[in-house]
C-alpha cells in the first residue's frame, strides 16, 4: 500500500508554527515511505476562508521546502459527498437530528455535573422517530449528531505511536456534526475526505485522539477504512501552554520577513521531539530518510525560538556567497557588486542573522555610524594615538609590522592595542580576522578611517 498523507489547513489565517509540525511530519513520513504529500484546504466555513490565506498557505509552504503533490484539493469540493455521507449515517440510525435548545443543554450540563458525570448530551432527541424528527424539522432549529454513546461496544482507533487505542462507546458523547445553520463540524468532513483523497496515515497532535475515535466509528459506519494516526506530543510555548497563533505563536511570514533561513525552522522543528536524526544531516532529503516516525515523543515538546535561531547562523555561515550576498543586500550601504561579494566573503563567518552587517557598515562606508558600544573605546584610544597610527601605515603596510610599530610608538599593547585600531577600521568591537580586514580594505581606504577616528576624537575633547 501507497503512503498517502495531508496537510489540511482550514484558510481563515497565516500558517503558525503549530501548522508548520503538522505539515512537517506529514510531509516528512510521506517522503520517507516514497508515498505522497497532499495539501486540502478545508475551505467550508465560507464565511471566514480567504483567497489571500489560500495563498499565503502555498507560499509558505513552498517556502519552507515543503512540496505536495499535484493540485491542492478543496474541502467544498466534497460538499455533496458529504450530505451524501450523513443520509446514509441517518438512514442506518448512527446520525439523528437533535431540536435540544443551548439552554436546555447548558441546564443538562450543570446537572451532570453537579451529580459528578461527564457533562455528555443526555440523549433527548435519540429516541424520536425518522417521521418525528423530520415533521419537526420543518419547522424547528436542529443540528445532527452522531449516535455514537451507547451501553455497551466499543472503537478502536488504530495508532502507530500509541498502539491501537479503545473507546468504550459509554465513554463517548454524540457530537454534533451539522451546526443549526447547515454548516458542517470539522468532524465529518475531515473524516470523509480522508477515505475519498485516499489517505493511509495521518499525523496529527494527541488532542486529536477522541476526534479520531469519532472519525473511525464514523468510517466504520460507511465501510470505508480509516487511516492508521499517529498522535503525537503537542507543541507548547517556553511557558508550558499549548503554542497557537492565539498564545505567541509565530506566523511563517513574520519568521521570513525577519530574514529566518527556511531550513532552520524545518531543521529545528524536525528534531522537535525526534532526538535520533544527526546532527550534520542539514537538507530535507537527508532529514526525510533518516526521519522515524514512531520515534516522534508522545509527550508534550516545547518550543524553542533560541535553537531556531542556533540552525538559522549554522546554515548562514554554509550559504554560498551569492545567497549570503542577497540575504545582506537590504542592510548595507549600495556599493557595487564585486564589491558587496568581497564584503560577504569577509564577515559571513561573523554574522548570525543577516541584519548583524549593519555593524560592518563602516567596512563600505567610513560615514557610517560606530556599533554604540564601540564609540567609548576610541574615544578612550585618544587622537595621539590615530595620529601615531597613520605615521606608522605609511611606511609599514600591512597588519603585523603596522601593530608592532604602533605598539612601539605607543606603548599600548593587547586590547589597548588592538581594539582602537579593529573598531577605526570596521566600526565594530568583534569580527573577521584584523589581516584580512586590512586586506579588504586597502592602503587608501585604511588611512581614511584612521583620520576620521583621530577627528572623532579631535571634536570629542572640543565638546568637553
Known amino acids: ?21 503538522t505539515a512537517l511530519l506529514n510531509w516528512l513520513y510521506a517522503r520517507k515511505h516514497g508515498g505522497s ?7 467550508t466555513d465560507q464565511g471566514r476562508s480567504e483567497l489571500e490565506y489560500i495563498n499565503a498557505i502555498k507560499a509558505d509552504l513552498q517556502w519552507l521546502g515543503l ?10 469540493e466534497h460538499a455533496a459527498k458529504h450530505s451524501d455521507a450523513l443520509e446514509k449515517l441517518a438512514a442506518k440510525g448512527l446520525a439523528y437530528r437533535c431540536f435540544c435548545s443551548e439552554t436546555k443543554l447548558n441546564l443538562d450540563r450543570k446537572l451532570a455535573t453537579s451529580r459528578g ?30 449516535a455514537v454513546h451507547a451501553a455497551e461496544g466499543e472503537v478502536t482507533v488504530p495508532d ?34 480522508d477515505a475519498l483523497d485516499g489517505i493511509t496515515h495521518a ?54 520577513d525577519e530574514g529566518l533561513i527556511a531550513g532552520a525552522l524545518v531543521q529545528a522543528m524536525t528534531r522537535l521531539g525526534h532526538p535520533n536524526i544527526p546532527d550534520e544531516l542539514h537538507d530535507h532529503a537527508a532529514l526525510a530518510t533518516h526521519f522515524d516516525a514512531e520515534h516522534v515523543s508522545t509527550s508534550s515538546v516545547r518550543w524553542s525560538d533560541q535553537e531556531m535561531w542556533r540552525w538559522h547562523g549554522r546554515l548562514l555561515h554554509e550559504l554560498d556567497n551569492d545567497c549570503l550576498m542577497s540575504m545582506i543586500r537590504p542592510f548595507v550601504p549600495e556599493v557595487q557588486v564585486e564589491r558587496l561579494a568581497a564584503f560577504a566573503a569577509l564577515i559571513g563567518k561573523n554574522i548570525e542573522r ?7 557598515q563602516r567596512l563600505l562606508d567610513v560615514n557610517a555610524p560606530l556599533e554604540a558600544e564601540a564609540f567609548p573605546v576610541v574615544q578612550q584610544a585618544g587622537s595621539e594615538f590615530y595620529q601615531h597610527a597613520l605615521d606608522a601605515w605609511q611606511a609599514n603596510p600591512d597588519w603585523k609590522s603596522w601593530t608592532a610599530a604602533v605598539k612601539e610608538r605607543t606603548g599600548c599593547k593587547g586590547k589597548a592595542l588592538f581594539m582602537p585600531l579593529r573598531v577605526a577600521l570596521s566600526g565594530a568591537l568583534h569580527g573577521p580576522e584584523m589581516s584580512e580586514v586590512v586586506a579588504f580594505l586597502g592602503s587608501d581606504e585604511i588611512i581614511t578611517r584612521i583620520e576620521s577616528a583621530r577627528v572623532m576624537c579631535l571634536e570629542g575633547q572640543a565638546e568637553s
Open 1 to 21: 500500500m501507497s503512503v498517502v498523507t495531508r496537510f489540511a489547513p482550514s484558510p481563515t489565517g497565516l500558517l503558525h508554527l503549530g501548522n508548520v509540525r
Open 37 to 43: 504529500f497532499l495539501l486540502r484546504f478545508e475551505d
Open 67 to 76: 512540496n505536495w503533490d499535484g493540485e491542492p484539493h478543496f474541502q467544498s
Open 117 to 146: 458525570l461527564p457533562p455528555r448530551y443526555a440523549g433527548h432527541c435519540k429516541a424520536l422517530s425518522a417521521n418525528e424528527a423530520r415533521e419537526r424539522g420543518e419547522h424547528e432549529a436542529f443540528v445532527w449528531r452522531l
Open 160 to 193: 502507530a505511536l500509541h498502539g491501537d487505542v479503545t473507546f468504550a462507546l459509554r465513554d463517548l458523547d454524540d457530537p454534533v456534526v451539522v451546526r443549526s445553520d447547515g454548516s458542517f463540524t470539522f468532524l465529518l468532513p475531515n473524516a470523509i475526505d
Open 203 to 256: 499525523l496529527r497532535g494527541d488532542d486529536h485522539l477522541t476526534n479520531s475515535a469519532y472519525q473511525v466509528w464514523l468510517l466504520n459506519g460507511l465501510d470505508y477504512r480509516p487511516p492508521v494516526y499517529l498522535h503525537h506530543g503537542l507543541l507548547l510555548g517556553q511557558d508550558g501552554a499549548k503554542l497557537s497563533k492565539r498564545a505567541g505563536s509565530h506566523s511563517v511570514a513574520e519568521l521570513r
Open 354 to 360: 543577516a541584519s548583524d552587517a549593519v555593524l560592518f
